[in-house]
């Protein structure tokens, strides 16, 4: 499965929520600090995506 939501976000580059669902699934799995940093690539595209803004508050959380 992890093939594949990073597969998305390099057919997708420009497109938030492969990026999201990318960085909801390495979460998901205990990966935090990579999921933080597809959430920060994601918000690179959409700087003011609301889904974006709060997941990377809730890992950065996560992570304290």
């Known amino acids: 499965a992890q ?12 497109e938030v ?3 999201q669902t990318y960085a909801r699934f390495m979460n998901s799995l205990g990966e935090s600090k990579e999921a933080l940093d597809i ?3 994601g918000l690179k595209i959409d700087p003011e995506n ?6 990377r508050s809730y890992i950065r959380e996560e992570l304290k």
């Open 50 to 55: 609301e889904n974006l803004v709060a997941m």
């Open 17 to 19: 929520i492969p990026h």
């Open 39 to 41: 959430v920060k690539k």
């Open 3 to 14: 093939y594949v939501f990073e597969l998305n976000t390099k057919l997708f580059p420009d």
